[in-house]
């Protein structure tokens, strides 16, 4: 079983990923990890505390050589910017933040809850998840997340090969794989930022060549639909999740809806094992289940909670009206986002992939894999 805990506060010492149940074996590159972390850290539209941090992972435990041990590991990614003790406490709760919330349900300070709450956090998940993408990759696999809008300005995804799409994605100030909507979009985002308003929007992530079966139709629980839409949904600011069609599946007959199925001898080589799909609306999961085809997650992120034309709030020690709380603070951090649930759905994904084929040694997954794609392929 692979598991992932975080720890760390946005302006503490560091932030940790501590995972359990990664397999022994993989030679660990970090500079594949320092990518994904510095991509989380782009995209137009981004706050000061951007260009102050220049995050980079230190695996603290679970290697011996560069590879893993199949014992704990555990990921730091230091703040520059610590000055949690220095920090004052917040007297005017943000709408939209566990501001509010959290000092209640704590019986405690505002700080002490945003601190935590804090997108900051994501580093780590970012930093577990580009972990992961190294194994999925020992098994063929890709994971790749874009943006497809932004608050109105749609920006969809062009076809092409991965390294075509990886190279629009990176050209391009949103991560969008539309180039023809990036001057919209940075203009909407300057509109806003001279507005003293923010944005958000919605981003999508693919996952190539999963096999056949990861996750389960057995249990509530195992169905990698189901476990994909709660780790995305857990990402700070996310307030939607559509797998394939998502909610566009229930505007439509089901002959517009459901992936035919075929059978080309000729793709029996690769994890789909020869059955073919024209289209691929379900997102590459029916009954919990990876039917072969690329799983399609799309999340949608709300705007940035914190505005720089702050919002009616009340002082908590006062009880008087006054605005919101002001914080250095993103106008949008929708590339960011698409980084974030990239490396989410690559950590869930591999959970479900150490489920079906053991979690010991990379070794015996591969072994165990063929082996899988032999029986699969005589059924
Ligand atoms: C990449 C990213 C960056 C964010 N940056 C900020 C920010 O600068 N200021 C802010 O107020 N909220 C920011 N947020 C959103 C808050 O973290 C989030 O809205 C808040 O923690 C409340 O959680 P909820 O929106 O999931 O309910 C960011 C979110 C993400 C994903």
Redesign the pocket.
């Known amino acids: 079983m692979l598991r992932l805990l975080t720890a760390g506060e946005s302006h503490g010492k560091t932030l940790l990923a501590l995972i359990d149940g990664f397999p022994a074996g993989l030679t660990i590159d970090t500079a594949r990890i320092d990518h994904e972390l510095a991509r989380?850290q782009g995209g137009y539209g981004?706050?000061g505390?951007q260009k102050l941090e220049t995050d980079t992972v230190e695996i603290l435990t679970g290697t011996w050589q560069g590879a893993t041990l199949g014992s704990p590991l555990t990921l730091a990614v230091v703040n520059r910017d610590y000055k949690l003790e220095r920090l004052k406490e917040v007297e005017r709760p943000?709408p939209?933040?566990?501001d509010l919330t959290g000092a209640i349900k704590y019986l405690g300070s505002i700080r002490g809850v945003?601190e935590r709450?804090?997108?900051r956090e994501?580093a780590a998940r970012v930093a577990a998840g580009a972990l992961t993408q190294q194994l999925l990759a020992e098994f063929g696999m890709t994971v790749f997340g874009y943006v497809v809008q932004l608050e109105q300005i749609a920006a969809p995804p062009r076809s092409g090969s991965i390294d075509e799409l990886r190279r629009l994605r990176d050209a391009s100030p949103m991560y969008t794989l539309d180039p023809d909507a990036d001057a919209a979009i940075v203009a909407r985002v300057d509109q806003a930022t001279e507005q003293g308003d923010?944005l958000g929007g919605i981003v999508e992530v693919q996952v190539h060549s999963p096999p056949f079966g990861l996750g389960s139709h057995a249990q509530w629980d195992r169905k990698l639909d189901g476990l994909l839409a709660q780790a995305v949904m857990s990402?700070?600011?996310?307030?939607g999740v559509e797998i394939g069609l998502g909610f566009e599946a229930a505007r439509r007959p089901g002959s517009k809806v459901h992936d035919e199925i075929a059978y080309d001898a000729s793709e029996a080589g690769q994890p789909a094992l020869g059955y073919v799909r024209g289209t691929n609306n379900a997102g590459g999961l029916e009954a919990g289940m990876t039917n072969g085809q690329p799983i399609v997650v799309r999340a949608a992120?709300?705007p940035?909670?914190?505005l720089r034309r702050p919002l009616a709030s009340i002082n908590l020690a006062t009880k008087e009206a006054e605005t919101a709380a002001y914080?250095?603070?993103?106008v949008c951090?929708l590339a960011?986002?698409s980084v974030?649930v990239e490396n989410v759905v690559a950590f869930t994904v591999a959970q479900a992939l150490v489920d079906k084929f053991g979690g010991d040694s990379l070794t015996e997954m591969r072994a165990r894999y063929d082996s899988f794609l032999e029986l699969a392929r005589k059924r």
């Open positions: 989380r981004r706050g505390r943000r939209g933040h566990g945003l709450a804090s997108a994501t923010t990402i700070q600011a996310i307030k992120m709300k940035i909670s914190t914080e250095r603070s993103d951090a960011a986002c974030i």
